[in-house]
């Protein structure tokens, strides 16, 4: 993956100037700068990044500039990254199954926030991490409702356990704390609502305290052109919730987005190779690189077609299957896209939104994947 370091208007300046063989992500600083500070002006507690989400320095970087001071990490390698960009931020360490040589590397690195969700993890923090000034949440689940895709499936203790957990954990001489992923791409706010009601009853089954809740990430990013996400609305009601179910003790609140921090800061562009007589649209790029969570996460329709000289194509809207570059039939965009009829051979897709699990993802399946990061003053086509 390359990264320019020419700072360009925006992508259609780029493709009119580079026309690149190659797919191009556009990365806006100031687009990114705006939501970190839109999250940290609206979210009644901390805010925290979730590092997997796009791990790219740039991003790391405008986000400590934005105020930004916490990490949600999953891994000694996400640990280092954090710690050599911004050596004093606060680190969470949030995947809750971890090899002793990985929690011997965390304590090491001063991790103090960890989470867990079975009692054999548990016993192992608690062997394995001093105490004093440390926290380790319990991670509990609901059944999912709201979300794009269930992060439940493989992570959170039933509340019968949570309670248990979070009971031992106060009794170790840990801070006690309780965390929640309510789902990605969440785009109703009432998923959070019965999570933080549950915490409150957690707590009180634990007959512990709660210091902190982190309501996870989950906060959207605007992929349909019809459905912006009104994030306001989410933070006001988990502001609201959590006095109603905690009251006087209600505990100091973190977020951890990932896709909704950085979504809506990178713009992606595949060249189109070819329009195979007439009707399938191929990308030189697909599922197996950038645009690996499409089938996953559901499609984005804010897409512009542009042609070489960055020119955009406005023929009538007519839909057509579009593959990817490799070999595999799994590449293709699921169902069908609605694009410009005049769209041709040598003209660029551009899909707005494409900040999150894309560059992150992207792998040299084929030989293809050779991704550039092109910063951009506007990500306006
Ligand atoms: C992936 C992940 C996030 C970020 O999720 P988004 O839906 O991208 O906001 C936050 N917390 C944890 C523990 C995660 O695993």
New binding site residues.
């Given amino acids: 993956m390359g990264l320019s370091k020419t700072i360009w208007s925006n992508p259609a300046e780029f493709i009119r100037n580079v026309r690149p063989e190659n797919p191009v992500i556009f990365f806006s600083p100031t687009q990114l700068q705006a939501t970190a500070r839109r999250f940290i002006d609206g979210f009644p507690g901390m805010v925290t990044y ?1 590092v ?2 796009n791990p790219s320095e740039v991003v790391i970087e405008n986000l400590t500039a934005a105020g930004v001071r916490g990490f ?1 990490v ?1 891994s000694p390698g996400e640990i280092r990254l954090v710690r050599r960009l911004a050596p004093d931020a606060a680190l969470h360490y ?2 809750p199954v971890r090899s002793r040589a990985e929690i011997a590397q965390a304590v090491e690195l001063n991790v103090k926030s960890w ?1 867990v969700d079975s009692a054999s993890e548990l016993e192992k923090l608690i062997e394995m991490v001093p105490a004093d000034d440390c926290e380790i949440s319990v991670r509990f689940k609901l059944p999912v409702a709201g979300a794009a895709y269930n ?1 439940g499936a493989k992570f959170g203790a039933t509340v019968e356990l949570a309670a248990q957990l979070l009971a031992r954990v106060a009794e170790a001489g840990f801070i006690p704390s309780l ?1 929640f ?1 309510p789902g ?2 969440c785009t109703d706010p009432h998923a959070w609502e019965s999570y933080i009601r549950e915490a409150a009853e957690i707590g009180r089954n634990a007959g512990v305290s709660v210091a902190r809740l982190n309501v ?4 959207p990013n605007h992929r349909l052109q019809a459905v912006l996400p009104q994030i306001e609305d989410t933070f006001a009601l988990i502001d609201r919730v959590a006095t109603e179910a905690f009251g006087a003790d209600r505990p100091i609140l973190i977020c ?5 921090l950085c979504g809506d800061a990178f713009t992606h562009a595949a060249k189109v190779k070819a329009v195979r007589d007439g009707a399938h649209v191929f990308l030189n790029d697909g599922v197996y690189g950038a645009l690996a969570e499409l089938p996953l996460v559901g499609i984005i329709d804010r897409i512009e077609v542009v042609d070489e000289a960055g020119h955009k194509r406005n023929g009538d809207l007519e839909s057509r299957i579009v593959f990817g570059p490799t070999c595999d039939s799994v590449d293709r965009i699921p169902g069908e896209l609605m694009l410009p009829a005049d769209i041709a051979e040598g003209d660029y897709m551009v899909i707005h939104g494409m900040g ?2 894309s560059i992150a993802t992207n792998t040299r399946f084929n030989g293809f994947g050779d991704l550039t990061i092109a910063t951009v003053l506007s990500l306006k086509v």
């Fill in positions: 979730a997997k989400t949600d999953a949030n995947n989470s992060f965390t992923h990605t791409q996870g990430g989950g906060f951890e987005p990932g896709r909704g999150a699990y």
